[in-house]
Every structure is written in C-alpha cells, then in structure tokens.
C-alpha cells in the first residue's frame, strides 16, 4: 500500500508545526456545504416536478410553460398506464430478470475476478482479465443479431435466459472492478487461513466476500439500474410476450404520430419507484462495509 | 465446497422458478390452432382486441394472441433471425415492408378473395413498395392514410378564404392570413420528419413519370443517368421553400407535439399533416376544428392528387404451419364490417371498393379523391430507408440551400447503388 | 499461492466457456457477417472488404465519427469532474446525506422517454423565455435547434443523466481513504486544496482512471438521449455513429455494412481507450 504511506508522509511534512484544528466542523454539520448541495438537488428536483405535474394532466393541458399545476388533476393516469402496460406481470418480470441477474451476479462474478486477481501472475489468468475486459468495448450491435438467433437455438430466449446473458456480459466490467478492489486486500489474511486448513472455496466464502461487501453492493446497484431499465436485451431475447420487462411494456405509449406522454410519465413514475428504494437501501452498504473493512 | 448463503440461495431459486414458470404458457386444447398475430400499432390494440374476440366466437378452434410489439421495426427483424416469423402481421406498408416482401418474408395473397375487393389504385401503390415477384401480392391494405393539408374552417371563413384549387390560389391564400396577422401555417422544424408531407406531395405529382424506375435502371451511373434528384426535383425544392417561408417566428424550436396543440387550439390557419395527425390533434383539444383538402400543386386542378400510403398492412408468414387459420383471419379482417369500423375509429381510409361513405368531416375534403384512385404513394418508400431524407430535408427547409439539398440526394442515391450489389430479386 | 490452484480454475474457466459461447461467439459472427451484405434477413452474398472501402467514401459516415468524438470528449470531461466533486459533497458532513444521496441518483434512473421530453421542452420554452429576459441572444432560440450548439445541449443533458454512475464509483473510492489520514492533515494545518491533492486525488487515482475510460466508452456510444433530444438534427449535425449504426443497419436493412461500421467503430474504441488508460495509469504512477 505504497500510496497510502505516501499520502501519510505528506500530510505529516506539510507543515513542521502542530497547529490547534480550526476551520473544519468537524463535530457539527458543515452547513454551506448542505447548502450547496441543496441548489445542486434543484437540477434534479426542477425536471423531477416537471415529470410529476405532467403525470398528472390531461394532454389538452400539456403547453404552457410547462410548469403550471394542472388545471384538473387526473388520477386515472395511473389506473390508465397499470392496466395499458399489464403493469403487475411486467413488474414482475422485471423483478425476476434483476433479482436473478443481481444475485447471479454477485455471486459468480466475484469469483471469476477473486481466481483472476490472485492469480495474474501466471499467463491463462492473465489472458483471461484482458479477454474479459477487451469485451467491454465491443458494440451491442455488432452482438446483437447473432446472440439473438443463438439464444433462440439454445432455448434461453425466456426471462432466465435473460438474466443468464446479464450476468455474463456483465463480467467484463465487474471482472475490471472487483479485480482492482480485490488486490487492494492484502494476502495475509488468506495465507493465515491457509495455515490454519482453509480450503480455497472455503476462504472466498468466508474471509475474502463478506470483505467485498462495498463492491458488492456497488455492483449490485448498476447491475440492477441495468437491468430494471434496459430495452433493447429485452426487446431481442425474449419471444413470449407474457415474458415482456417494464421498458417493453412500456412502449405502448409511443405511436409514430401520437406519443401518449401523460399517461407514459405516470407509467415510467410507477417503475422507477422501486429502483429508487433498493437503491437507497443499498448505497448503506457501500459505506458501511467498507469502514468495517478499513478498521484492521 | 463452495455453496450458497441462505438469503441469495434463496433468491436465487425463486428467481429461477419463476423464470421457469412464466416462460411455460398455458398448452393449447386438442386440435385448437394458435395464431400468433404481430400487431405493431399501439393505439389499435383495444381495437384488434376487439375484433379478435368476434372473430374467435365465430371461429371456435382457432385462438389468436395479439402480440403488440415494440419498437415494430427492430423486432420483426429478430424474429425473422429467430425463424419465428409471425402468421399473421400488420406492418405500416412502407421501404422497410417492401424491403422484407422482396425478400420474399411474406406469403403470397392475390388469391385470396379479399384481394379482389381492394382499390386497385392503393394495391398498386403498395406493391410499389416492393414485392417477391412481379405476379404476387405480399400484402392487403387495411386502412390508408391521407397526406394533404388540414385546415381551419373557422379561421378560412372568417376571412373569407375557401379550399385552393391551384398552387396560386394556396399562396394567395397564406398571403391574406398572413396580412390579417394569423399565422398561415404552423410549422414544427424541430422534427425533422415534419418536412416530408410537403415533399412527398410536392414531388408526386411534379416528378416525371417514373421517375424511380429511371432511377433504378441507370444503376451506378450517375453521371450518364436520364433522370436525377438535381435535374427533376428542382420545382419541388423551390416550391417546398415557398411554403416554409410562411413559417411562423420561433418554429424552428417547435415540435410536433406542441404544433398539434397550437393547431387545435387555433393558432394558425393551415397545417402541413395529414390524416394521421388527426387524432393527436383531438387529443390535444377535443374541440378542434379540422378540415381538409390536397395539396394543389400546380395550377391544373386536373392533375392534384392525394399522396395516401398503407398504414395498416395485412400479411402472413410465408412458411406459416397454420395457412388455412391464417387465411380465414386475415379474410375476416378484410371484410367490410370490419374495416369500415376500424378506419372510423382510427380516422383513416378504407381501401376497399364496398367502403361506406368518408363521415369524418376532418377527412371530407380528401374522400373523393381517395374513392375516385386519384393517389399516388409516398416517394419516400421509393428511397432506400438507409438515406436520412427527413434530416437532408430539414437541413434545406433551415438554410434554403437547393444546390446542396439536392446534390446530397442524389450523392446519397448513387453511394447506396454503389455498395449495394446487383442481387438476384432486386 | 500455491494451494489448490486446481480450485482457481474451477472458480474462472465455466465463466470463461459460457462467456465464449454468449458472447465471443456472436462478436465473430457479427464480424463475419461485416465482409457479407446480408440485410438481417434473406439471402447474402460474400463481398469480403467492399463494405470498409465503401465506409471510408461515407461522407455520414466520417461526419457521424468526427460529431460523437466531440462529443464523448467534452462530456467524460465534465462528468468526471462535476462526478468528483459531487461525490466529495456527498461524502462530507452534510446534513440529509441520504435524501441528497437518493436525490442525485435521480436521474440516472430516470426513462429515456422522459428526459427527452422534459428537456426538449425545457430548451425549447423555458430557457428561450429566460434568454430574452435576461438579453442573450443565442439563448432565446431553442439550443437544440441551432446547428452549432445543439450538440453542447446534448452533453449537458448527457452529463446531468449519467453523472450519477460515476458518483457512485467515486464514492466507493472514497471511502476506501482512511479519515485519520485527514485528521493528520488537519493537525498540520493543510488547507482544503493541498488536502485534496496530496491525499483524495492519489488514493482514488485507479477509481479516477477506470471511471475516465468507461465514461469515455460509454459516451462513444451514445444512441438513446441524442434520438430523445434531436433525433440526430438539425439536418445530420449531431448524428452519432451509434445511431448511424441502428438506423442504417436495422431499419435501413444495411446490415451487413453496418457491421463493417461496427468493426471500425470496435477499433476505434479500443484504441482511444488503450491510449487514454495507459497516458492516465502514467500520470497515477507519477503520484
């Protein structure tokens, strides 16, 4: 861990002197701060009740500026955009592809990059981190013809198939992470198990991934955020239409020449309701386990 | 070795076992046919809907699953990669559809009797598009649109203007609003695609006869080619520039679906849409009032004609394993019944010869065009899909630059020529 | 470590066979079928490099290229350093740390459909009004429809959406920094921007390079918001290669060209991001 060492060297030489702390709150809340982070959130709120207000109108009340409340609330946009999109099944499918392809991903993509970064040293491992992460700059399209017609041959043109083929494409990038994060563990813990009898699996399960906790779930939102919102998988793999996601389903608003916009913000409110949660219940576990991780 | 934690455990097989049970439909009764119809317009679903349940009530034995699909283009496509082609389709009968029929995708209709009951004016057109041999028929027409010019019958009587006949008539015409303060007409640049109704009319009735077969024929051979987008499309320029003179302050900025409010709202005169833009129109202003009449492009009342194109194209899969099934639907759905209500709801035309009267008095001004055959299909269907026609369009609406709108048209005809290679069924 | 490497290979190769079949296999495929012109459908012929020859005769083509790269540059620029500094804020001591948190994931999360229709309206309405009051003049015509700053509305909005991604990365990256590190600083009296350069920026180098070279990518291969937002106008000034691809190849029925296009853009990707990972894992040794 040279750069950490190096950064304590120079927070210890930039002055000779010890000074008593000033400046920082350290025990309060550092309230400009708050502040600019409350005019920053308005880039997000300003669009956020934009799409709220529409969500609520008719589309005789659509114009304006855009701003004004709605004139004459109707709530029928939502029951409207539930029964439009069949919104029950398609959550559902939804749910089932990024459950599965979160908690696939996580469970295998770690393992791949745990047997890659402690091995990098020898050639296959090696060959293996640049394959993986080489793909990553392959285009969908150039894929996207060619996976379809195989995942039909080989029967994975259903929602299981889907989170399979989520999982796996998503190696590149997690193998690229998890890699890096896993290399900045030091070997010690694992040559002590060693000793101590510890099979391989046996250390991954219970030394190595519950370290992993930070990565882990930062891997989880994106793959998640991936999943929930992706059309155009979806839109290739899958031939059942019970099987359809949420971005599918959604797609009913849009005809060439009349775009349903009130009822579609309402749909797309709807959904992006519970990926809001998980994240936010999530993102506790990116901070939380890395401090039990640092604290050695 | 190496297992599972009990909460992903768990999650994990739960996943899986839904996945495995969503992807297994209820089995079909003995000896009960599954039609599997592409469906690709939204706003038509309740209504095929609809008809899908007279139809299996009559029918008892076949079941049809409508598959509205998204983004209709791309999936037709994996389904055809898939060998999944569908048995029944509706597609818009454009490039993209005679593209596919070339490829010979679709089955061939012309025995079938509903094809004798089609106008023979939209049949043309929509073989036009492309088909897999100059002897078959890939698709019926269910419902047509019409490209002409909506306008406001309040705002026309108010100052006293009546439908143009003749080119003269419709500038003088934007003249008289325009001096009256009114907004002639209510242009939406920000959507490119807004540009091309006054194209396709412009250019169907003043590009000479066979315009693209000439095209087609002179192969890469731009240099020695009879005809040209440079050398025949130049009244079409100059004209289409005229109208988008009479844009109102701030259009560039509009689009279309704002340009539907203002409209329906009454804030201009005219309106470059057509039929299709009806019912986002209403929808914007249920009180809106719409009339209609084609685009007079010359001074020659004789020679006007409505630009319609197949919205609603009916056909099978080629290789489709139920043909009988398949054939009795697409024949109900043909039917007059059926069309006659189907292009009521959806403000369209009825391209068959026993369709009752045009109602929609949005529609009227165009209807005796429509029955009469006095039609000619969209030039842009001509086009390989792959030239960005509605964006070079716009680029010439916004800087007015003929030369350049024109050498890019056929710059882009000729390098498509050049890389696409003399194939057997093209 | 020498136990049990029979293990390791247990662990990597059945990911590595699923991945050659899903995914190397198709790629192949897709490359093959760049030397062909098959539509997507039908029959195909083998017309090995006329595609690439013909591509480079694309005067689309070359423009769509020479417009993304603008714009991929521009915005990984500043989404990474809005990203940073963002995720610093959201990593101090501020007060409704989560509701901030959860606020500023917004718009990652948000459907395209959405974004695209309440910024249109937005460039096209509001911020007009506000250009002529306040007296700018290029503001008060929508942004988007003006051929030589659409594209700079197309990063902001780009940037907006997907800052959030690289927040998250960031903050994973900082909180691997130990807080007595800054405690030490503060002890010696370092300033805010000493701290910030002798301790932030050095321990989150490798975060800082990954997330330049995925932004750089990603944005590379914008399709979605630039359909959203100007559908690839005024006339063809912001069209991507992307989108050249999807348009041309799918339902322009190109699509053996467009693989050729895919291929190139392939290249093109990997060298960019070759030179921008190895000029940046230079500057982090030099930390």
Redesign the interface.
């Known amino acids: 861990m040279t750069?950490?060492t190096?950064?304590?060297a120079?927070?210890?030489?930039?002055?000779g002197?010890?000074?008593p702390?000033r400046g920082?709150?350290?025990d309060?809340?550092?309230?400009p701060?708050?502040a600019?982070?409350a005019v920053?959130?308005l880039?997000?709120?300003i669009?956020?009740y934009?799409?709220v207000i529409?969500a609520l109108k008719t589309?005789?009340q659509?114009?304006g500026?855009?701003?004004e409340w709605p004139t004459r609330i109707r709530p029928e946009n939502f029951s409207d955009a539930w029964n439009l999109t069949n919104f029950p099944r398609a959550l559902?499918?939804s749910a089932?592809?990024t459950?599965?392809a979160v908690?696939?991903t996580?469970?295998?993509?770690s393992?791949?990059a745990?047997?890659?970064a402690?091995?990098l040293h020898k050639r296959f491992?090696k060959f293996?981190y640049y394959?993986?992460v080489?793909?990553?700059?392959?285009?969908?399209?150039?894929?996207?013809?060619?996976?379809?017609?195989?995942?039909?041959l080989l029967g994975l043109?259903?929602?299981?198939g889907l989170?399979?083929?989520y999982t796996?494409?998503g190696?590149s990038?997690n193998v690229?992470?998890y890699t890096?994060f896993i290399r900045?563990i030091p070997?010690e813990l694992?040559?002590a198990a060693?000793m101590d009898g510890a099979?391989?699996?046996?250390i991954?399960?219970r030394i190595i991934f519950p370290l992993l906790t930070?990565?882990n779930a930062?891997v989880g939102?994106?793959t998640c955020?991936w999943a929930?919102?992706d059309?155009l998988l979806p839109?290739?793999i899958l031939?059942?239409?019970?099987?359809?996601t949420l971005?599918?389903a959604?797609?009913?608003?849009?005809?060439?020449?009349?775009?349903?916009?009130t009822v579609?913000?309402a749909s797309?409110l709807m959904?992006?309701a519970p990926?809001?949660l998980v994240?936010?219940f999530a993102?506790?576990w990116?901070?939380s386990g890395?401090?039990r991780g640092?604290i050695k | 070795m190496f297992h599972l934690k009990q909460g992903p455990a768990k999650a994990l097989s739960a996943a899986l076992a839904a996945a495995l049970l969503t992807s297994c439909a209820a089995p079909p009764a003995e000896n009960e046919v599954t039609l599997d119809f592409f469906q690709f317009k939204p706003e038509a679903v309740q209504e095929f809907a609809g008809l899908i349940d007279e139809f299996e009530a009559a029918n008892p034995g076949i079941r049809v699953l409508q598959n509205n699909v998204p983004d209709p283009d791309t999936a037709i496509r994996t389904l055809l990669v898939k060998n999944k082609t569908p048995d029944v389709l509706t597609l818009n009968g454009n490039a993209s559809f005679g593209l596919l029929a070339e490829a010979c995708v679709f089955a061939d209709l012309s025995q079938e009797p509903s094809a004798k009951e089609v106008l023979p004016a939209v049949q043309d057109i929509l073989n036009a598009n492309g088909r897999c041999s100059d002897t078959e028929i890939n698709g019926l027409p269910m419902a047509n649109n019409a490209s002409g010019i909506l306008y406001n019958p309040e705002i026309f009587a108010k100052y006293g203007v009546s439908a143009p006949q003749t080119w003269d008539e419709l500038i003088a015409a934007a003249e008289t609003f325009k001096a009256n303060g009114v907004a002639p007409f209510y242009m939406t640049l920000k959507d490119a695609w807004t540009t091309s109704p006054a194209l396709v009319n412009l250019a169907a009735q003043l590009q000479p006869d066979g315009f693209f077969d000439r095209l087609r024929a002179a192969g890469t051979d731009r240099n020695n080619s009879p005809v040209s987008f440079s050398k025949d499309y130049q009244e079409v320029a100059d004209k289409l520039l005229q109208l988008f003179k009479y844009a109102q302050p701030g259009a560039v900025g509009v689009d279309y679906a704002s340009g539907n409010k203002a409209f329906a709202d009454g804030k201009a005169a005219m309106y470059l849409n057509g039929s299709f833009a009806v019912p986002a129109i209403r929808a914007a202003n249920p009180d809106a009032k719409i009339a209609s009449f084609p685009y007079p492009v010359t001074n020659n009342p004789a020679n006007t004609t409505v630009v319609s194109g197949v919205d609603v194209t009916l056909t099978m899969g080629r290789e489709t394993p139920h043909r009988a099934e398949a054939q009795k639907f697409v024949n109900f759905l043909m039917s007059k019944e059926v069309i006659d209500k189907y292009t009521k709801n959806q403000s369209a035309f009825a391209p068959i010869r026993s369709a009752a009267p045009q109602q929609d008095p949005a529609l009227q001004g165009m209807a005796s065009y429509f029955t009469a055959g006095r039609l000619d299909g969209y030039m842009d269907h001509q086009l390989p899909p792959s030239i960005p026609l509605v964006n070079i369009t716009q680029q010439f609406v916004l800087d007015g630059d003929k030369a350049r709108f024109l050498n890019t048209l056929d710059n882009e005809w000729f390098k498509i020529a050049a890389r696409t290679p003399k194939r057997g069924d093209q | 470590m020498t136990h049990s490497s029979k293990a390791f290979y247990w662990m990597a190769v059945p990911a590595l066979l699923l991945f050659v079949t899903l995914h190397t296999i198709p790629a192949l495929t897709g490359v093959f079928f760049s030397l062909t012109d098959y539509a997507g459908y039908g029959k195909w012929t083998f017309v090995g490099l006329e595609n690439y020859f013909s591509l480079f005769k694309d005067d689309r083509v070359l423009s769509s290229y020479s417009f993304t790269f603008l714009f991929a540059v521009t915005t990984t620029i500043i989404v990474n350093v809005l990203a940073l500094a963002i995720a610093m804020l959201l990593n101090a001591k501020i007060r409704f740390q989560t509701a901030f948190r959860g606020i500023f994931f917004i718009p990652n999360v948000l459907a395209i459909l959405i974004i695209g229709y309440v910024f249109n309206f937005i460039f096209s309405n509001s911020l007009p009004l506000l250009g002529q009051w306040a007296g700018i003049e290029w503001l008060s015509t929508s942004i988007l429809a003006n051929e030589d700053l659409a594209w700079l509305g197309i990063v902001a909005v780009s940037a907006w959406q997907s800052i959030a991604f690289s927040v998250i990365l960031y903050l994973a990256g900082l909180q691997t920094i130990p807080a007595d590190l800054y405690e030490a600083a503060d002890l010696d009296g370092a300033g805010y921007w000493r701290q910030f350069r002798s301790i932030t920026f050095p321990m989150i180098g490798a975060f800082f390079t990954i997330n330049m070279v995925l932004a750089l990518k990603g944005f590379l291969q914008a399709f979605d918001q630039i359909v959203a937002l100007t559908g690839g106008g005024p006339g063809t000034s912001t069209e991507s290669v992307a989108m050249v691809i999807f348009r041309g190849g799918f339902q322009g029925g190109e699509y053996g060209y467009q693989m050729a296009n895919s291929v190139v853009y392939l290249l093109v990707i990997v060298a960019v991001s070759v030179i921008q990972l190895r000029t940046l894992q230079r500057k982090e040794a030099d930390f």
Not at chain 1, 142 to 149: G, R
């Open positions: 750069s950490t190096e950064a304590r120079t927070a210890r030489t930039v002055t002197r010890r000074r702390r920082r709150l350290s309060g809340v550092n309230w701060l708050t600019l982070a920053l959130a880039t997000v709120l669009p956020l934009f799409t529409t589309p005789d659509l114009g500026s855009g701003f559902l499918n089932i592809v459950v599965g908690v696939l996580i469970l295998s993509n393992l791949v745990y047997a890659i402690r091995n491992f293996l394959f993986f080489a793909a990553l700059f392959v285009p969908f399209p150039i894929i996207m013809l060619p996976a379809t017609k195989e995942t039909a043109d259903n929602p299981a989170f399979l083929l796996v494409y190696l990038f690229f992470v890096a900045s070997m694992e040559e060693t099979t391989t699996w046996g991954f399960r930070p990565m930062t939102i994106l955020l929930w919102n059309f839109l290739v031939s059942d239409p019970a099987a359809r971005p599918l959604q797609y009913v608003f849009q005809s060439q020449f009349n775009t349903n916009y579609a913000f797309y959904a992006l990926l809001l994240y936010l993102q506790r990116v901070i890395v401090m640092s």
